[in-house]
Protein backbone atom coordinates (compact mmCIF):
# COMPACT_ATOMS: atom_id res chain seq x y z
CA UNK A 1 0.00 0.00 0.00
CA UNK A 2 1.43 3.15 -1.02
CA UNK A 3 0.80 6.72 -0.32
CA UNK A 4 -0.25 8.91 -3.13
CA UNK A 5 2.68 11.83 -3.00
CA UNK A 6 1.07 15.53 -3.23
CA UNK A 7 2.99 16.42 -6.70
CA UNK A 8 1.50 12.95 -8.06
CA UNK A 9 -2.01 14.26 -6.93
CA UNK A 10 -1.28 17.59 -8.40
CA UNK A 11 -0.65 15.90 -11.98
CA UNK A 12 -3.14 14.05 -11.90
CA UNK A 13 -5.59 16.72 -11.07
CA UNK A 14 -4.01 19.02 -13.90
CA UNK A 15 -4.73 16.15 -16.22
CA UNK A 16 -8.64 17.48 -16.01
CA UNK A 17 -7.70 20.32 -18.28
CA UNK A 18 -6.59 20.59 -22.01
CA UNK A 19 -3.94 22.69 -21.68
CA UNK A 20 -2.14 20.40 -19.06
CA UNK A 21 -3.23 17.29 -20.92
CA UNK A 22 -0.60 18.62 -23.47
CA UNK A 23 1.69 19.96 -21.78
CA UNK A 24 2.71 16.27 -20.08
CA UNK A 25 1.29 14.32 -23.32
CA UNK A 26 -1.41 12.57 -20.77
CA UNK A 27 -4.07 11.86 -20.08
CA UNK A 28 -6.62 9.98 -17.13
CA UNK A 29 -8.38 6.71 -17.44
CA UNK A 30 -10.90 5.01 -14.56
CA UNK A 31 -12.12 1.89 -14.15
CA UNK A 32 -10.63 -1.36 -14.65
CA UNK A 33 -12.77 -2.22 -18.13
CA UNK A 34 -11.79 0.56 -19.72
CA UNK A 35 -8.15 0.71 -18.38
CA UNK A 36 -7.87 -2.79 -19.70
CA UNK A 37 -9.40 -2.34 -23.28
CA UNK A 38 -6.81 1.15 -23.75
CA UNK A 39 -4.16 -1.55 -22.53
CA UNK A 40 -5.06 -4.30 -24.50
CA UNK A 41 -5.50 -1.91 -27.85
CA UNK A 42 -1.73 -0.71 -27.27
CA UNK A 43 -1.59 2.49 -25.50
CA UNK A 44 1.47 2.65 -22.61
CA UNK A 45 0.73 3.20 -19.87
CA UNK A 46 2.44 6.13 -17.30
CA UNK A 47 1.39 4.63 -14.12
CA UNK A 48 -1.81 2.63 -12.65
CA UNK A 49 -3.26 3.60 -9.24
CA UNK A 50 -5.75 0.50 -8.29
CA UNK A 51 -7.22 -0.45 -4.72
CA UNK A 52 -7.11 -4.39 -5.76
CA UNK A 53 -3.92 -6.27 -6.70
CA UNK A 54 -2.91 -8.07 -9.92
CA UNK A 55 -5.64 -6.87 -11.80
CA UNK A 56 -3.50 -5.39 -14.91
CA UNK A 57 -1.10 -8.22 -15.94
CA UNK A 58 0.75 -5.93 -18.06
CA UNK A 59 1.22 -3.26 -16.16
CA UNK A 60 3.26 -1.97 -12.91
CA UNK A 61 0.35 -1.34 -10.41
CA UNK A 62 0.36 0.71 -7.44
CA UNK A 63 -1.35 -0.60 -4.25
CA UNK A 64 -3.62 2.69 -2.84
CA UNK A 65 -6.39 2.59 -0.01
CA UNK A 66 -9.80 3.46 -1.36
CA UNK A 67 -9.07 6.90 0.79
CA UNK A 68 -6.31 7.23 -1.56
CA UNK A 69 -8.16 6.31 -4.62
CA UNK A 70 -11.14 8.88 -4.02
CA UNK A 71 -8.38 11.77 -3.85
CA UNK A 72 -7.11 11.29 -7.43
CA UNK A 73 -10.34 9.77 -9.06
CA UNK A 74 -12.43 11.98 -11.19
CA UNK A 75 -15.85 10.21 -10.83
CA UNK A 76 -18.57 10.80 -8.18
CA UNK A 77 -17.91 7.17 -7.55
CA UNK A 78 -13.88 6.17 -7.72
CA UNK A 79 -14.05 2.88 -9.51
CA UNK A 80 -10.99 0.82 -8.12
CA UNK A 81 -8.06 1.75 -10.35
CA UNK A 82 -7.05 5.17 -12.15
CA UNK A 83 -4.39 4.93 -14.83
CA UNK A 84 -2.25 7.89 -16.56
CA UNK A 85 -1.72 6.81 -20.31
CA UNK A 86 0.16 8.88 -22.64
CA UNK A 87 -1.72 10.53 -25.67
CA UNK A 88 -0.05 8.48 -28.53
CA UNK A 89 0.96 10.51 -31.90
CA UNK A 90 -1.20 10.61 -34.61
CA UNK A 91 -0.59 8.35 -37.21
CA UNK A 92 -0.17 9.79 -40.61
CA UNK A 93 -2.27 8.18 -43.07
CA UNK A 94 -3.17 7.57 -46.62
CA UNK A 95 -6.81 10.02 -47.73
CA UNK A 96 -8.38 7.04 -48.37
CA UNK A 97 -12.21 5.25 -47.00
CA UNK A 98 -14.90 7.39 -44.93
CA UNK A 99 -13.39 9.94 -42.81
CA UNK A 100 -16.01 11.82 -40.37
CA UNK A 101 -15.29 15.49 -39.99
CA UNK A 102 -16.84 17.80 -36.69
CA UNK A 103 -16.90 21.15 -36.39
CA UNK A 104 -17.37 21.93 -32.97
CA UNK A 105 -18.78 19.36 -31.26
CA UNK A 106 -18.68 20.43 -27.86
CA UNK A 107 -20.67 17.42 -25.60
CA UNK A 108 -18.17 14.73 -24.52
CA UNK A 109 -20.70 12.69 -24.46
CA UNK A 110 -21.26 12.64 -27.90
CA UNK A 111 -17.76 12.73 -28.78
CA UNK A 112 -17.68 9.56 -27.13
CA UNK A 113 -20.30 8.11 -28.57
CA UNK A 114 -19.52 9.09 -32.13
CA UNK A 115 -15.53 7.78 -31.56
CA UNK A 116 -17.36 4.68 -30.68
CA UNK A 117 -19.40 4.85 -34.31
CA UNK A 118 -16.42 5.82 -35.87
CA UNK A 119 -14.73 2.65 -34.46
CA UNK A 120 -17.79 0.57 -35.51
CA UNK A 121 -17.96 1.37 -38.90
CA UNK A 122 -14.39 1.08 -39.66
CA UNK A 123 -14.50 5.07 -40.21
CA UNK A 124 -10.45 5.51 -41.73
CA UNK A 125 -9.85 8.85 -39.88
CA UNK A 126 -11.72 11.61 -37.51
CA UNK A 127 -10.92 15.18 -37.79
CA UNK A 128 -12.08 17.38 -35.13
CA UNK A 129 -12.25 21.38 -35.50
CA UNK A 130 -9.40 22.92 -33.34
CA UNK A 131 -12.98 24.25 -31.27
CA UNK A 132 -14.34 21.16 -30.64
CA UNK A 133 -13.96 19.28 -27.04
CA UNK A 134 -11.04 17.65 -26.87
CA UNK A 135 -10.99 13.50 -27.43
CA UNK A 136 -8.62 13.14 -24.25
CA UNK A 137 -11.46 14.81 -21.93
CA UNK A 138 -11.69 12.29 -19.14
CA UNK A 139 -15.57 12.36 -19.62
CA UNK A 140 -15.01 10.83 -23.85
CA UNK A 141 -12.36 8.47 -22.20
CA UNK A 142 -14.78 6.92 -20.28
CA UNK A 143 -17.71 7.00 -22.33
CA UNK A 144 -15.75 5.38 -26.11
CA UNK A 145 -13.72 2.54 -23.56
CA UNK A 146 -11.42 1.57 -26.25
CA UNK A 147 -12.80 2.71 -29.30
CA UNK A 148 -9.91 5.95 -29.01
CA UNK A 149 -7.17 3.84 -29.44
CA UNK A 150 -8.29 1.76 -32.30
CA UNK A 151 -9.34 5.42 -34.59
CA UNK A 152 -7.08 8.11 -35.88
CA UNK A 153 -8.01 11.25 -34.80
CA UNK A 154 -6.18 14.31 -35.71
CA UNK A 155 -7.25 18.14 -34.78
CA UNK A 156 -6.95 20.56 -37.52
CA UNK A 157 -7.94 23.84 -39.56
CA UNK A 158 -11.12 22.57 -40.72
CA UNK A 159 -11.80 25.44 -43.29
CA UNK A 160 -7.93 24.53 -44.64
CA UNK A 161 -8.30 20.61 -44.16
CA UNK A 162 -11.63 20.63 -46.47
CA UNK A 163 -9.85 22.96 -48.87
CA UNK A 164 -6.65 21.09 -49.75
CA UNK A 165 -8.67 17.69 -49.56
CA UNK A 166 -8.63 15.84 -53.05
CA UNK A 167 -11.91 13.73 -51.41
CA UNK A 168 -15.68 14.24 -52.71
CA UNK A 169 -16.95 16.15 -49.34
CA UNK A 170 -20.49 15.57 -47.74
CA UNK A 171 -22.00 18.06 -45.54
CA UNK A 172 -25.01 17.17 -43.10
CA UNK A 173 -27.40 20.05 -43.47
CA UNK A 174 -31.16 20.75 -42.30
CA UNK A 175 -31.78 21.56 -46.08
CA UNK A 176 -29.74 19.20 -47.60
CA UNK A 177 -30.84 16.63 -50.43
CA UNK A 178 -32.79 13.77 -49.35
CA UNK A 179 -29.93 11.05 -48.13
CA UNK A 180 -31.98 8.31 -48.99
CA UNK A 181 -31.67 9.04 -52.95
CA UNK A 182 -28.32 9.81 -52.82
CA UNK A 183 -25.57 7.68 -54.37
CA UNK A 184 -23.11 8.10 -51.80
CA UNK A 185 -18.77 7.27 -52.76
CA UNK A 186 -17.15 4.91 -51.17
CA UNK A 187 -14.09 7.47 -50.16
CA UNK A 188 -15.46 10.55 -48.92
CA UNK A 189 -15.32 13.20 -46.10
CA UNK A 190 -18.67 13.45 -44.55
CA UNK A 191 -18.73 16.53 -41.71
CA UNK A 192 -21.32 17.38 -39.30
CA UNK A 193 -21.63 20.54 -37.30
CA UNK A 194 -22.39 22.15 -33.16
CA UNK A 195 -24.82 20.74 -31.37
CA UNK A 196 -27.11 24.19 -31.71
CA UNK A 197 -25.74 25.93 -34.42
CA UNK A 198 -24.77 23.22 -37.35
CA UNK A 199 -21.44 23.20 -39.64
CA UNK A 200 -20.16 27.07 -39.73
CA UNK A 201 -20.73 29.12 -43.32
CA UNK A 202 -17.65 29.25 -43.69
CA UNK A 203 -17.12 25.61 -43.71
CA UNK A 204 -20.56 25.00 -45.58
CA UNK A 205 -19.65 27.71 -47.99
CA UNK A 206 -16.40 25.17 -49.40
CA UNK A 207 -19.23 22.34 -49.44
CA UNK A 208 -21.27 21.20 -52.64
CA UNK A 209 -22.97 18.05 -51.42
CA UNK A 210 -25.38 18.70 -48.48
CA UNK A 211 -27.21 15.92 -47.20
CA UNK A 212 -30.33 15.23 -44.69
CA UNK A 213 -31.93 12.69 -42.97
CA UNK A 214 -35.85 13.39 -43.96
CA UNK A 215 -38.36 13.89 -40.87
CA UNK A 216 -40.93 11.41 -41.17
CA UNK A 217 -43.06 12.67 -38.21
CA UNK A 218 -46.21 15.21 -38.28
CA UNK A 219 -43.73 17.83 -36.19
CA UNK A 220 -44.14 21.37 -36.53
CA UNK A 221 -41.28 22.25 -34.58
CA UNK A 222 -37.88 22.98 -35.98
CA UNK A 223 -36.44 19.93 -34.33
CA UNK A 224 -33.31 18.47 -35.07
CA UNK A 225 -31.86 15.07 -34.83
CA UNK A 226 -28.68 15.11 -31.62
CA UNK A 227 -25.76 15.32 -33.71
CA UNK A 228 -24.44 11.37 -32.58
CA UNK A 229 -27.77 9.66 -33.73
CA UNK A 230 -27.50 11.54 -36.71
CA UNK A 231 -23.57 10.57 -37.15
CA UNK A 232 -25.03 6.79 -36.75
CA UNK A 233 -27.38 7.00 -39.44
CA UNK A 234 -25.57 8.92 -41.91
CA UNK A 235 -22.23 6.46 -41.37
CA UNK A 236 -24.88 3.34 -41.52
CA UNK A 237 -25.55 5.17 -45.02
CA UNK A 238 -22.59 4.99 -46.63
CA UNK A 239 -21.35 1.95 -45.39
CA UNK A 240 -24.04 0.14 -46.37
CA UNK A 241 -23.50 1.11 -50.08
CA UNK A 242 -19.78 -0.87 -50.02
CA UNK A 243 -22.43 -3.55 -48.30
CA UNK A 244 -23.83 -3.71 -52.22
CA UNK B 1 -44.06 36.39 -5.27
CA UNK B 2 -45.29 33.11 -3.01
CA UNK B 3 -44.49 30.78 -0.63
CA UNK B 4 -44.37 26.91 -1.64
CA UNK B 5 -46.00 25.39 0.97
CA UNK B 6 -44.75 22.33 2.66
CA UNK B 7 -47.10 19.63 1.33
CA UNK B 8 -46.53 21.44 -2.22
CA UNK B 9 -42.82 20.79 -1.76
CA UNK B 10 -43.52 17.28 -0.33
CA UNK B 11 -46.06 16.38 -3.26
CA UNK B 12 -43.58 17.73 -5.49
CA UNK B 13 -40.73 16.15 -4.32
CA UNK B 14 -42.45 12.46 -4.26
CA UNK B 15 -42.85 12.84 -7.70
CA UNK B 16 -39.35 11.52 -8.64
CA UNK B 17 -40.46 8.39 -7.58
CA UNK B 18 -42.48 6.34 -10.41
CA UNK B 19 -45.45 4.99 -7.41
CA UNK B 20 -46.18 8.41 -6.84
CA UNK B 21 -46.40 9.46 -10.48
CA UNK B 22 -48.88 6.79 -11.24
CA UNK B 23 -50.75 7.93 -7.76
CA UNK B 24 -51.02 11.54 -8.39
CA UNK B 25 -50.95 11.10 -12.27
CA UNK B 26 -48.64 13.98 -12.53
CA UNK B 27 -45.20 14.44 -13.47
CA UNK B 28 -42.61 16.82 -13.42
CA UNK B 29 -41.18 19.06 -16.08
CA UNK B 30 -38.45 21.93 -16.00
CA UNK B 31 -37.17 24.89 -17.67
CA UNK B 32 -39.05 27.25 -19.90
CA UNK B 33 -38.45 25.18 -23.14
CA UNK B 34 -39.44 21.88 -22.45
CA UNK B 35 -42.74 23.41 -20.30
CA UNK B 36 -43.08 25.55 -23.33
CA UNK B 37 -43.27 22.63 -25.86
CA UNK B 38 -45.57 20.39 -23.47
CA UNK B 39 -48.08 22.79 -23.38
CA UNK B 40 -48.04 23.50 -27.16
CA UNK B 41 -47.96 19.72 -27.78
CA UNK B 42 -51.67 19.94 -25.61
CA UNK B 43 -50.88 18.39 -22.10
CA UNK B 44 -53.05 19.86 -19.17
CA UNK B 45 -50.74 21.89 -16.73
CA UNK B 46 -51.44 21.03 -12.65
CA UNK B 47 -49.11 23.76 -11.09
CA UNK B 48 -46.42 26.21 -12.48
CA UNK B 49 -43.74 27.72 -10.82
CA UNK B 50 -41.58 30.35 -12.08
CA UNK B 51 -39.13 33.12 -11.06
CA UNK B 52 -39.96 34.84 -14.10
CA UNK B 53 -43.58 36.94 -14.37
CA UNK B 54 -45.74 35.87 -17.61
CA UNK B 55 -43.38 33.65 -19.56
CA UNK B 56 -46.05 30.98 -20.41
CA UNK B 57 -48.89 32.58 -21.86
CA UNK B 58 -51.50 29.70 -21.40
CA UNK B 59 -51.28 29.16 -18.22
CA UNK B 60 -51.33 30.54 -14.94
CA UNK B 61 -48.11 31.08 -13.54
CA UNK B 62 -47.25 31.17 -9.36
CA UNK B 63 -43.86 33.35 -9.29
CA UNK B 64 -41.72 32.01 -6.83
CA UNK B 65 -38.30 33.27 -5.59
CA UNK B 66 -34.98 32.12 -7.09
CA UNK B 67 -34.91 30.16 -2.79
CA UNK B 68 -38.43 28.79 -3.33
CA UNK B 69 -37.28 27.31 -6.77
CA UNK B 70 -34.13 25.51 -5.73
CA UNK B 71 -36.37 23.95 -3.11
CA UNK B 72 -39.06 22.45 -5.52
CA UNK B 73 -36.60 21.97 -8.63
CA UNK B 74 -34.99 18.32 -9.14
CA UNK B 75 -32.13 19.87 -11.27
CA UNK B 76 -28.06 20.94 -9.85
CA UNK B 77 -29.18 24.44 -11.48
CA UNK B 78 -32.64 25.40 -11.34
CA UNK B 79 -33.79 26.78 -14.52
CA UNK B 80 -36.73 29.67 -13.95
CA UNK B 81 -39.43 27.35 -14.00
CA UNK B 82 -40.95 23.96 -12.49
CA UNK B 83 -44.21 22.73 -13.77
CA UNK B 84 -46.67 19.76 -13.01
CA UNK B 85 -48.55 18.19 -16.46
CA UNK B 86 -51.11 15.46 -16.12
CA UNK B 87 -50.08 12.30 -17.40
CA UNK B 88 -52.04 11.74 -20.37
CA UNK B 89 -53.99 8.99 -20.89
CA UNK B 90 -53.17 6.54 -23.73
CA UNK B 91 -54.61 6.65 -26.56
CA UNK B 92 -56.47 3.35 -28.29
CA UNK B 93 -55.44 3.49 -31.66
CA UNK B 94 -54.78 0.81 -34.81
CA UNK B 95 -51.56 -1.32 -35.19
CA UNK B 96 -50.08 0.03 -38.32
CA UNK B 97 -47.20 1.84 -39.61
CA UNK B 98 -43.85 0.89 -36.99
CA UNK B 99 -44.39 0.04 -33.57
CA UNK B 100 -40.90 0.21 -31.57
CA UNK B 101 -40.93 -2.33 -28.81
CA UNK B 102 -38.20 -2.02 -26.26
CA UNK B 103 -37.16 -5.06 -23.95
CA UNK B 104 -35.89 -3.40 -20.20
CA UNK B 105 -33.89 -0.47 -21.38
CA UNK B 106 -33.41 0.74 -18.19
CA UNK B 107 -30.81 3.83 -18.94
CA UNK B 108 -33.44 7.36 -18.61
CA UNK B 109 -31.02 9.17 -21.06
CA UNK B 110 -31.71 6.46 -23.78
CA UNK B 111 -35.18 6.28 -23.37
CA UNK B 112 -35.12 10.14 -23.96
CA UNK B 113 -33.14 9.62 -27.04
CA UNK B 114 -35.10 6.75 -28.63
CA UNK B 115 -38.18 8.81 -28.19
CA UNK B 116 -36.97 11.72 -29.86
CA UNK B 117 -35.61 9.31 -32.66
CA UNK B 118 -39.50 8.00 -32.58
CA UNK B 119 -40.79 11.23 -32.78
CA UNK B 120 -38.68 12.38 -35.99
CA UNK B 121 -39.17 8.82 -37.74
CA UNK B 122 -43.16 8.87 -37.64
CA UNK B 123 -43.01 6.07 -35.00
CA UNK B 124 -46.54 5.53 -34.35
CA UNK B 125 -46.27 3.89 -31.54
CA UNK B 126 -43.90 3.45 -28.95
CA UNK B 127 -44.15 0.21 -26.65
CA UNK B 128 -42.45 -0.54 -23.42
CA UNK B 129 -41.68 -3.64 -21.09
CA UNK B 130 -43.25 -3.14 -17.64
CA UNK B 131 -39.36 -3.40 -16.75
CA UNK B 132 -38.24 -0.47 -19.01
CA UNK B 133 -37.40 2.71 -17.24
CA UNK B 134 -40.51 5.30 -17.21
CA UNK B 135 -40.93 7.36 -19.26
CA UNK B 136 -41.86 10.08 -16.87
CA UNK B 137 -38.98 9.59 -15.32
CA UNK B 138 -37.84 13.73 -14.53
CA UNK B 139 -34.37 12.55 -16.84
CA UNK B 140 -36.71 11.16 -19.65
CA UNK B 141 -38.69 14.61 -19.58
CA UNK B 142 -35.96 16.52 -19.88
CA UNK B 143 -34.31 14.67 -22.59
CA UNK B 144 -37.23 14.27 -25.17
CA UNK B 145 -38.56 17.52 -25.22
CA UNK B 146 -42.10 18.06 -26.72
CA UNK B 147 -41.25 14.34 -27.92
CA UNK B 148 -42.98 12.92 -25.60
CA UNK B 149 -46.49 14.59 -25.82
CA UNK B 150 -46.77 13.50 -30.13
CA UNK B 151 -46.11 10.08 -28.95
CA UNK B 152 -48.38 7.15 -27.88
CA UNK B 153 -46.48 5.15 -25.28
CA UNK B 154 -47.84 1.71 -23.27
CA UNK B 155 -46.16 0.06 -20.83
CA UNK B 156 -47.39 -3.75 -21.63
CA UNK B 157 -46.57 -7.66 -20.59
CA UNK B 158 -44.37 -7.63 -24.07
CA UNK B 159 -44.38 -11.44 -23.93
CA UNK B 160 -48.39 -11.60 -24.28
CA UNK B 161 -47.84 -8.01 -27.08
CA UNK B 162 -46.03 -10.13 -28.92
CA UNK B 163 -47.70 -13.26 -28.97
CA UNK B 164 -51.08 -11.35 -29.88
CA UNK B 165 -49.74 -9.02 -32.79
CA UNK B 166 -50.63 -9.95 -36.11
CA UNK B 167 -48.06 -7.47 -37.49
CA UNK B 168 -44.28 -9.35 -38.45
CA UNK B 169 -42.21 -8.48 -35.54
CA UNK B 170 -38.47 -8.26 -35.93
CA UNK B 171 -35.86 -8.44 -33.26
CA UNK B 172 -32.77 -6.56 -33.14
CA UNK B 173 -29.55 -9.36 -32.28
CA UNK B 174 -26.22 -9.44 -32.49
CA UNK B 175 -26.46 -12.81 -34.41
CA UNK B 176 -29.42 -11.70 -37.16
CA UNK B 177 -29.19 -11.19 -40.43
CA UNK B 178 -27.78 -8.14 -42.25
CA UNK B 179 -30.19 -5.69 -42.34
CA UNK B 180 -29.26 -4.12 -45.53
CA UNK B 181 -30.02 -7.09 -47.49
CA UNK B 182 -33.07 -7.46 -45.75
CA UNK B 183 -36.65 -6.34 -47.43
CA UNK B 184 -38.56 -4.35 -44.71
CA UNK B 185 -42.24 -4.02 -44.42
CA UNK B 186 -44.08 -0.65 -43.75
CA UNK B 187 -46.33 -2.15 -41.46
CA UNK B 188 -44.07 -3.59 -38.43
CA UNK B 189 -43.14 -3.97 -34.55
CA UNK B 190 -38.90 -3.94 -34.15
CA UNK B 191 -37.76 -5.03 -30.49
CA UNK B 192 -34.74 -3.58 -29.27
CA UNK B 193 -33.45 -5.20 -25.94
CA UNK B 194 -31.50 -4.00 -23.03
CA UNK B 195 -28.20 -1.97 -22.53
CA UNK B 196 -26.25 -4.88 -21.12
CA UNK B 197 -28.37 -8.28 -22.26
CA UNK B 198 -30.08 -7.71 -25.21
CA UNK B 199 -33.73 -8.98 -25.57
CA UNK B 200 -34.88 -11.54 -22.85
CA UNK B 201 -34.96 -15.40 -24.26
CA UNK B 202 -38.03 -15.82 -23.72
CA UNK B 203 -39.16 -12.98 -26.22
CA UNK B 204 -36.45 -13.76 -28.66
CA UNK B 205 -38.34 -17.10 -29.05
CA UNK B 206 -41.16 -15.56 -30.23
CA UNK B 207 -39.62 -13.98 -32.59
CA UNK B 208 -38.49 -15.25 -36.34
CA UNK B 209 -37.00 -12.55 -38.24
CA UNK B 210 -33.95 -11.13 -36.46
CA UNK B 211 -32.02 -8.56 -37.74
CA UNK B 212 -27.94 -7.41 -36.69
CA UNK B 213 -26.15 -3.82 -37.59
CA UNK B 214 -22.92 -5.39 -39.40
CA UNK B 215 -19.77 -4.15 -38.33
CA UNK B 216 -16.99 -2.78 -40.24
CA UNK B 217 -14.18 -1.91 -38.37
CA UNK B 218 -10.98 -4.49 -37.72
CA UNK B 219 -12.37 -4.91 -33.73
CA UNK B 220 -11.70 -8.02 -31.96
CA UNK B 221 -13.79 -7.23 -28.82
CA UNK B 222 -17.06 -8.18 -28.69
CA UNK B 223 -18.48 -4.54 -28.47
CA UNK B 224 -22.01 -3.75 -29.53
CA UNK B 225 -23.66 -0.27 -30.68
CA UNK B 226 -25.59 1.99 -27.69
CA UNK B 227 -29.27 0.85 -27.90
CA UNK B 228 -30.44 4.51 -28.76
CA UNK B 229 -27.61 4.57 -31.97
CA UNK B 230 -29.14 0.99 -32.79
CA UNK B 231 -32.44 2.23 -32.50
CA UNK B 232 -31.51 5.45 -35.16
CA UNK B 233 -30.15 2.89 -37.61
CA UNK B 234 -32.88 0.61 -37.32
CA UNK B 235 -35.61 2.87 -37.77
CA UNK B 236 -33.84 4.76 -40.46
CA UNK B 237 -33.53 1.24 -42.51
CA UNK B 238 -37.13 0.46 -42.08
CA UNK B 239 -38.71 4.49 -43.46
CA UNK B 240 -36.00 4.35 -46.09
CA UNK B 241 -38.06 1.57 -47.88
CA UNK B 242 -41.30 3.53 -47.13
CA UNK B 243 -38.92 6.25 -49.24
CA UNK B 244 -38.62 4.08 -52.69
Not at 73 to 96: D, G, H, Q, T, Y
Not at 120 to 129: A, E, Y
Not at 211 to 238: R, Y
Request: glycine share 6%; charged share 25%; hydrophobic share 40%.
Amino acid sequence: MILVSKSQIKLISSLQQKKYRNKWGLFVAEGPKVIKELIVAGLKTHSVYSTIEGLFDLTETQLVSEKELEKISFLKNANNSVALFEIPKSKVCSEKGLILALDAVRDPGNLGTIIRLCDWFGVSKLICSHDTVDCYNPKVIQATMGSIARLNIQYVNLNEYISESKLPVFASEMKGENIYKKRLPENAIVILGNEANGISEEVLNLVKNKIAIPQFGKVQETESLNVATATSIILSEFKRFTEQ
